[in-house]
């Protein structure tokens, strides 16, 4: 049998790993929840050990904790906040509803780490709880972590890819396609006018969520148990949210009302709302590419994604869209994560939310997806596609629908026949006009010059933009 060591805490004794950091709660809610296998993430164990840290600095400037007690817990807990000790964070995500394990989790831990280093016991609830509860500091934790991944992660891979979409439109200006809708032929536009749709929506996702952060950036820390901030000094909360933003450089402060803070998860609901709308516009980017690059001679064949992987172990040759297929997946797991989030958010009874970790869990696995599939989105298929020109230049030159842009010459149902006739004769468009409209070739091939009908305007003898 594996060596064990005995733990105790309020309720009495418990067997632990002989090797574990973690105490008597920690096992108890490892015994407890063995229900998914899945752990809190990195961001979230990072939060707790900073406001650990914070907590112990201000507790001990308050006089309320021994200097050198205070020192042993900040070093703790920032080798916490570093990675350092992630495998003693055990507990599944499905577990109380507060969050209490995973707290009590990070407290033992710290305790123990803190307690080695000074070579005296150092208690996990009185010492580096101290001031705290589980239920302003796991709602804190989500706020902290969630601030420095949308900072640290998403806006800058977001930001890099609005940037790789718009070095590609600017190289593709010059040439003019056909534009869809309804997935139909329509009029022309410009690739560079195409690909700057998709920049702008990045960066109108980039807007929205940037919105959120100034309630993000509330901390419930300090309202304790229930909001009245019952067992902590009076300065606690500003002194705290003071010194985790100067050690962060994000301007946390204190929820204006903790009691909201507490009781509710409306913030987070809020930024996952962003979240989703950002995972929208990355299936709709997406998909085009996916349209566009499909064929190669039976599809679209407007562009050649880079070919990374063979597509199909029985095909020989075959490629697929690999990163649009990827990032499409990565925004169907966002949405759900809303879904679920929202369900979570609205699940609080009183004073608390009773699914703080698996609100914690989506929130940030959330983040995390969406930046890393904007990165490889922008890397692996914005970066690097071709244009097939010929192929685009031939079906331009055969798309009927650009006969509206004689509309103001020769009126609606005349152009409707002369596309009619076209696509059913399997003929110019060119062609037919100069036999309908009584129009010189030349004064048709300026009208219906495709790059000129990219810029807008009414088309015809003296109109405005003509």
């Not at 004794?13 to 105490?23: K, M, Q």
């Not at 996702?205 to 952060?213: E, F, H, T």
């Not at 929130?363 to 989105?377: E, K, P, T, V, Y």
């Not at 103001?408 to 004769?425: D, F, H, L, S, T």
Request: glycine share 8%; aromatic share 4%; charged share 20%.
């Amino acid at each position: 049998m594996a060596k064990s060591r005995i733990e105790h805490d309020s309720m009495g004794e418990v067997r632990v790993p002989a090797e574990a950091l973690w105490g008597a709660q920690t096992q108890r809610a490892v015994d407890n929840f063995p229900i998914s296998g899945l752990k809190m993430p990195r961001g979230f164990i990072r939060a707790l050990g900073l406001i650990k840290a914070t907590a112990a600095e201000v507790n001990a400037e308050l006089g309320l904790l021994d200097g050198a007690v205070a020192q042993a817990i900040v070093a703790a807990s920032l080798e916490v906040a570093a990675g350092r000790h992630d495998a003693q964070f055990p507990i599944d995500i499905f577990q109380t509803g507060s969050g209490t394990s995973s707290n009590m989790n990070a407290n033992e831990v710290i305790a123990h780490l803190a307690g080695s280093v000074l070579d005296v016991a150092v208690h996990p609830n009185d010492q580096v709880n101290l001031g705290q509860s589980s239920n302003d500091t796991i709602p804190t934790a989500i706020h902290v972590a969630a601030a420095l991944a949308v900072r640290e992660d998403l806006l800058p891979a977001c930001k890099q890819l609005a940037k790789q979409i718009e070095r590609k439109a600017k190289a593709l200006r010059g040439v003019t396609k056909t534009g869809r809708t309804h997935l139909m032929d329509a009029m022309p536009l410009r690739f560079d006018q195409e690909l700057g749709a998709w920049a702008s929506q990045i960066r109108d996702g980039s807007a929205r969520i940037k919105a959120v952060l100034p309630r993000l950036q509330r901390l419930a820390q300090g309202g304790t148990a229930v909001g009245t901030g019952i067992n902590a000094h009076p300065k606690f909360a500003a002194k705290f949210a003071k010194r985790l933003a100067k050690r962060c450089a994000v301007a946390f402060v204190p929820a204006p009302n903790l009691f909201t803070a507490m009781a509710t998860q409306d913030t987070a609901v809020e930024l996952s709302g962003q979240l989703k709308t950002l995972a929208v516009s990355l299936t709709k980017i997406a998909n085009d590419l996916r349209w566009m690059n499909s064929g190669p001679l039976a599809g679209l064949g407007e562009i050649r994604l880079p070919a990374l992987q063979p597509g199909s172990s029985i095909m020989p040759g075959k490629v697929n869209p690999v990163i649009p297929e990827a990032v499409a997946m990565v925004c169907a797991k966002v949405i759900g994560n809303d879904t679920t989030i929202t369900i979570a958010g609205q699940s609080g009874s009183f004073q608390l939310n009773v699914m703080l970790p698996l609100i914690a869990h989506d929130l940030l696995q959330s983040i995390g997806l969406l930046a890393n599939a904007a990165r490889l989105l922008g890397d692996k298929a914005i970066a690097g596609f071709e244009v097939d020109e010929a192929r685009i230049a031939e079906s331009l030159s055969r798309n009927p629908i650009l006969v509206t842009a004689l509309n103001a010459v020769i009126g609606y149902e005349k152009g409707a026949a002369i596309a009619k006739q076209a696509y059913r004769e399997k003929r110019p468009l060119l062609e037919v006009a100069l036999e309908q409209t009584g129009l010189s070739e030349d004064e048709l091939r300026a009208l219906l010059d495709p790059a000129s009908l990219t810029e807008g305007g009414i088309k015809g003898p003296g109109a405005a933009g003509g």
